[in-house]
């Protein structure tokens, strides 16, 4: 499972661990500043605010492991019919 989030949640749980460590013993994650978890990780903050509302997990996109519909040409066999 080598996917995109997996990467991006080292990414969270470095910058928490960073704030955590420089805040101390008192620190609350769902109450850190926003903006410099946005700083850190480089995420937006409408990203960021998403990821705090999971719980800080990077969650799959949710049309991950879907396959497109198959489109209006795959039935297409040629233009013998102009002739």
Same mark, same amino acid.
């Given at each position: @499972?080598?996917?995109?989030?997996d990467?991006?949640?080292?990414i969270?749980?470095?910058?928490?661990?960073? @704030?955590?460590?420089?805040?101390? +013993?008192?620190? +609350?994650?769902?109450? #850190?500043?926003?903006?410099?978890? #946005?700083?850190?990780?480089?995420?937006?903050?409408?990203?960021?605010?998403?990821?705090?509302?999971?719980?800080?997990r990077?969650?799959?996109?949710?049309?991950?492991?879907?396959?497109?519909?198959?489109?209006?040409?795959?039935?297409?066999?040629?233009? +013998?019919?102009?002739?």
């Amino acid at each position: @499972m080598n996917e995109r989030h997996d990467d991006l949640q080292e990414i969270i749980d470095a910058a928490l661990r960073e @704030m955590a460590a420089e805040e101390g +013993d008192g620190f +609350d994650p769902q109450a #850190c500043n926003l903006a410099e978890f #946005c700083r850190r990780t480089g995420l937006t903050r409408s990203r960021a605010r998403t990821v705090r509302a999971h719980g800080f997990r990077a969650l799959p996109h949710g049309n991950s492991g879907r396959r497109a519909a198959p489109g209006v040409l795959a039935g297409h066999t040629g233009l +013998d019919w102009l002739h």
